[in-house]
Structures are given as C-alpha cells and as structure tokens.
C-alpha cells in the first residue's frame, strides 16, 4: 500500500497493526512489540529500550495487550488505507447496511460516518429522516476531502452483554472508559464523571501545558542561537589567534618551531574543548526542543480531533510526559559555561630567557571576582543614577568584547522594600554603563 511514512512500523515496514504506544509517544504494531518483549524476556530482562528513541520501557505484566491503544493512529491506518484504494481506484465495501453488503461503497455520508453502497444512497435520497444528512460522491476530487469529513469509530463497551453501549463516561476510582451499563454493575458504587466533563479538564489541562511548552521552547531556542553564535566566535577568534601566532613566530630563527608547534596544538586543544563544551549544550538545547515539539505536535494533532475519548485516553500521558521533559529542560542553565574569545599573548621582552616557554594560548573568560563597577552614593530618589562596569579576565585584563549577561538591581535594606531593576548598556569592548532610578 502507497501510504504516508508517519502510518509505517518502524519495525515491520508495514502499515500499522493495532497500534500500541509507549510512554515516550512512539508507537509500534502489538505484534512488533509483543516480539521486542519476547526478546527481552529471554534474557531475563524486565525493560526495554523504545526501538526509537531507546527510551526504557517497563514491560507489562500482561504483555504488550496491556500497553495503550494509539486509537488515533488506527483511524489514520484506516483512512490511509481508504485513500489508498481511491487513488488505486478499487473499490471500497458498503459499511451502511446492517446485514451485511458485497457491494462497493459510491458516495459516504458524513452523518452517519458510513459508506454508502447504491441502495444506501437512495436511502438517503428518499427516507426523511435521511435527507438532510451530507453525502459526498467517492470520485477523486471528491474522495480527497474524505480525511477532513471522516470521525473515528465510536467506542463501544467490551463487556460481552454491553455490546453497542458507547462509553460516555470516566470511572475515576478504575481510571477507565465505562458505558451506561457498566455504571450500575461491574462499576457499582465507584466515583462516576461522564466523559464529556473529564475530557474538557483534560483538555484544559494539554492547552496551559501547551502554552508552558511554548513558552520553554522559545527560550530554548534563543539560548540554542546564543550558543551557536557563541561557536562561531570560538572559531572566529581561533583563526585571529592562529595569525597572530604565525606573526610572531615569524619573528623568530628556526630553533622556535618546536615551541610554535606546541602553541599551536595547545591553541586546537583549547578551542576543540570550547567547542565540544559549547556543542554540548548546543546539543542539549536543541534535544529538549525536539522533544517538547515532538509533545506539543502529538498534543496539538490530538486536540484537533475534538473526540473525547482521545483527549482522555491521551490526555493524562501527554500531560504527565511533557511536564516532566518540560520540568527537566527548567532545570537546564541556558547561559553557556564557556565564553567565546580566543588570543595569542606574545611576551617578547626577554624572551631569550623564556626561550623555552615563550608564549600562550590565553582563554578569555570574564571573571566576575576581578571585574570592577565604578559606584557613587545614590542620593535622591526618582533622579536616574550612572555607574560604569568593566569586565575582565582573570589575569584582570579587560575583557574585550561585549554581550555578557550583567545584571543589576538597587535594593533597599529593609526586607519588604522595593527592589529596582537597572538598565544595563553594552558597549560592545567589555565596559557596560548601569542606569538605577531610586523609589
């Protein structure tokens, strides 16, 4: 079957097969996972790893049966597969009459949710009750909009003497989708809500968890830019420093080689160290973006479908998962631990005596321990107030660039007073001006 990827198993390259989904959202045939599980037993083994992401997995008691139906991803399966036999223009079987039809479907009532063989679309010519449902044709400028028009089959009890019931209500106290029936016998006595009212404070809850994930991801990626940015000045400034390097060894008769040779693989060692640290976190930013995307995209796709039954069945998972990732990425420290500037400091005075040593290569961290903040006394509130900040390196040189975090804030000696903000100017050489306005 031609169908889109997203409806593939990753495991048996086969459009899915009672789609199961484990709790980092990737979903597998039961089958498949039935196998995985197989495996994993037989070496005594009570986990495994997500055949995506390699997330670890407890394995149910019960088996892969026990782990939550994707009913979703079954309904986009099916549609997929619709889709398909239109394009193939094979037909597609009558699913409007009761007992039981071989003939292929010509038109679908949006209604009813049915295909419709030929009597079924008189019936919705004719019978009053039928005639004001919508009927579409199944040609294929009319099949197309089929996806937008087709609901997911109604869930029905499965309890053998409840067939046909829907199950329109939540049994808090079993945690699970009860019909009508099951409330006054298997559910007796339990704390019932109908499934309309769980599913709206599901649904409340996946929208402010979405508005929090969108929040995160935004700061992810202006720290994920920042360090990127910051990447590219470690490279920058390693090619800066690689030609002052060679200026200075240039200077030199031939014996300094060797010790040009050492600078300069120290240089490498420095700024790959930088880099690698930097890719890291780099790397660690985009990781929590990709996974809060990955929630906020199932999440956004499920509220789509307005069906209750999916909000619940995935409301509590979704939620639970993307405020645990989103709970860890908070955690994350969006400044990056390394800086960015890299120089070459040539000590050529007497360098006849530090022949041996001459040189190196400097990392140009700021320190806030040796940084300096020019400071007068503060004397008349609503008059704005200037000081001057000069950040420098730990040899207390003045750091040469700008864009570093500063922060200042004027606060009063009592504990309930005011706290005010300062507004801090960046310079762009390592100074930075402090504007404070007293209350």
């Known amino acids: 079957m031609n169908i889109n990827n997203h409806v593939i198993c990753q495991l048996c390259s086969k459009p899915f097969s009672d789609p199961r989904i484990l709790p980092c959202l990737h979903s597998f045939c039961c089958n498949c996972l039935h196998r995985v599980m197989e495996r994993a037993g037989s070496q ?20 892969a049966k ?24 094979s037909g597609v079987p009558c699913t409007f009459c009761v007992n039981g039809c071989s003939n292929f479907a010509v038109a679908f009532c949006c209604v009813c949710n049915k295909f419709l063989c030929k009597a079924g679309h008189d019936c919705h010519r004719y019978v009053p009750q039928l005639l004001g449902h919508a009927v579409i044709g199944l040609d294929k400028e009319s099949a197309a909009s089929l996806p937008t028009v087709m609901k997911p089959t109604e869930q029905y009890c499965s309890q053998p003497k409840h067939k046909k019931q829907e199950l329109n209500f939540y049994c808090e106290t079993c945690k699970c989708l009860v019909c009508r029936d099951c409330i ?3 559910h007796k006595d339990h704390s019932i809500t109908e499934l309309s009212i769980i599913a709206e404070a599901h649904r409340d809850e996946m929208k402010d968890t979405l508005e929090d994930a969108k929040k995160v991801t935004s700061t992810l990626a202006h720290a994920t830019d920042k360090a990127i940015i910051m990447i590219h000045r470690v490279e920058n400034s390693k090619e800066q420093t690689r030609l002052d390097v060679e200026d200075a060894f240039s200077k030199l008769i031939k014996t300094l080689e060797e010790r040009k040779v050492a600078l300069l693989s120290e240089l490498d060692a420095v700024s790959l160290s930088k880099v690698k640290s930097l890719t890291l976190q780099k790397d660690e930013f985009v990781s929590y973006q990709h996974d809060i995307l990955r929630y906020t ?16 069945a995935f409301g509590g998972l979704v939620s639970n998962e993307l405020k645990a990732t989103l709970q860890k990425a908070a955690s994350v420290p969006l400044i990056p631990k390394e800086q960015s500037y890299l120089r070459f400091s040539a000590q050529l005075d007497g360098f006849m005596k530090e022949l041996f040593r001459l040189g190196e290569i400097v990392d140009m961290n700021p320190s806030p321990q040796v940084s300096t903040c020019t400071f007068t ?6 008059l704005k107030h200037y000081s001057k900040v000069e950040t420098k390196t730990s040899k207390r040189e003045l750091y040469p660039r700008g864009d570093l975090q500063v922060f200042a804030e004027l606060r009063s000696k009592s504990s309930d007073g005011p706290i005010v903000p300062g507004e801090v100017e960046d310079h762009g050489d390592g100074t930075y001006t402090i504007t404070l306005t007293p209350k």
Do not use: W
Not at 50 to 63: D, M, N, R, Y
Not at 377 to 382: G, H, S
């Open 377 to 382: 006394p503060v004397a008349r509130v609503n």
């Open 66 to 89: 026990l782990l939550r139906q994707n009913l979703h991803l079954g309904y986009e399966v099916q549609v997929a597969g619709y889709m398909t036999k239109f394009s193939n223009d």
């Open 184 to 186: 006054v016998v298997v």
């Open 297 to 312: 995209d199932f999440t956004s796709h499920i509220l789509q479908t307005h069906v209750d039954h999916e909000i619940v």
């Open 44 to 63: 005594q083994q009570n986990s495994f790893p997500c055949p995506t992401c390699l997330k670890g997995v407890s394995i149910p008691a019960g088996g």
